[in-house]
C-alpha cells in the first residue's frame, strides 16, 4: 500500500513558467514533508520541508504548499530553470510517533525543463 | 565535507553470492536508513537505525540483514543475492525526532545479481 504517491511519473514545462510538481498521502499521522531532487548517478538531496503546522513554506524559487485536510503537497518552482531537470521526491515523516525521522517516499515526479 | 559515504559504488554479483554494502556518515548523526530505488517504485526504507545499537526494519527487509557498527557506521549486508535484488541502493543518515533535519544521502550503490 503506497502511502505516499506521485501520480505524474513526469511533467515538461518551458524555461521560465512555473513548474507545479504533486503528492498525496494517506497516513493521518504524518506531520513532516520534504521534498528532494535527484540527478542521475547521484544521491537525493534535500530541496525543502514543511511542517503540519504550517500550510505553505517558501524558499526562493521554491515553495511548498500543504492542504492537510485533503492530504495533499505541491512543490511550486517560479520560473523555472534548465538546471531544474531532475526527478523529485516527494516524502514524508511521522516525527511525533517516535524517535526517528524516517522518511516514506513517492514513486517521483521526472521534471524537464525545456530551454 | 564528506556527509554519507557509500562502498562500492558499482558491484555484480552472481545468484546466492553474499556481500556487505558499508555506509560511514561523518555528521555525527544518530539515525541511519538504508533505501532501494528501483523503476516506478521509488525510494523504498529496507532497514534503520534510530539510534547506535538499535535496528528496525523498514518496508521491504526480507533479504536483508544490517549492523549499526558504531555512530557513524550503518552496514547491509545481502547474504544469498538473488536477481530482485538488483538495484540501486542509498544509504542515509539524519537526526533524531525531535530534532527536524532533513536526511542526507550518498551516492548510491549500483547492483546487479546475474
Known amino acids: 500500500d503506497q502511502q505516499v504517491k506521485q501520480n505524474s511519473p513526469s511533467l515538461s514545462v518551458q524555461e521560465g513558467r512555473i513548474s507545479i510538481l504533486n503528492c498525496d498521502y494517506t497516513?493521518?499521522?504524518?506531520?513532516?514533508f520534504l521534498w528532494y531532487k535527484k540527478y542521475p548517478a547521484e544521491g537525493p538531496t534535500f530541496l525543502i520541508s514543511?511542517?503540519?503546522?504550517?500550510d505553505k513554506n517558501e524558499d526562493g524559487r521554491f515553495t511548498v504548499f500543504l492542504n492537510k485536510s485533503a492530504k495533499h503537497l505541491s512543490l511550486h518552482i517560479v520560473p523555472s530553470q534548465p538546471g531544474d531537470s531532475a526527478v523529485y521526491f516527494c516524502?514524508?515523516?511521522?516525527?511525533?510517533?517516535?524517535?526517528?525521522?524516517?522518511?516514506?517516499f513517492g514513486t517521483g515526479t521526472l521534471l524537464a525543463v525545456q530551454p | 565535507n564528506a556527509g554519507v559515504t557509500q562502498t562500492p559504488k558499482f558491484q555484480v554479483l552472481k545468484t546466492g553470492q553474499s556481500m556487505t554494502l558499508q555506509c560511514a556518515q561523518d555528521?555525527?548523526?544518530?539515525?541511519m536508513y538504508w533505501y532501494r530505488q528501483d523503476p516506478g517504485m521509488g525510494l523504498r526504507l529496507i532497514y534503520y537505525?534510530?539510534?547506535?545499537?538499535?535496528?528496525d526494519k523498514g518496508e521491504v527487509p526480507n533479504g536483508y540483514n544490517v549492523s549499526r557498527l558504531n555512530k557513524r557506521e550503518f552496514s547491509l549486508r545481502l547474504e544469498s543475492a538473488a536477481p530482485s535484488q538488483t538495484s540501486v541502493y542509498f544509504c542515509?543518515?539524519?537526526?533524531?525526532?525531535?530534532?527536524?533535519?532533513?536526511?542526507?544521502f550518498g551516492q548510491g550503490t549500483r547492483l546487479t545479481v546475474v
Open positions: 542515509a543518515s539524519s537526526e533524531r525526532y525531535p530534532k527536524n533535519t532533513e536526511a542526507f
Open positions: 497516513n493521518s499521522m504524518f506531520d513532516y
Open positions: 514543511i511542517s503540519s503546522i504550517k
Open positions: 516524502a514524508a515523516s511521522a516525527l511525533g510517533g517516535g524517535a526517528t525521522n524516517k522518511l516514506i
Open positions: 555528521m555525527n548523526h544518530n539515525s
Open positions: 537505525s534510530a539510534s547506535e545499537g538499535t535496528t
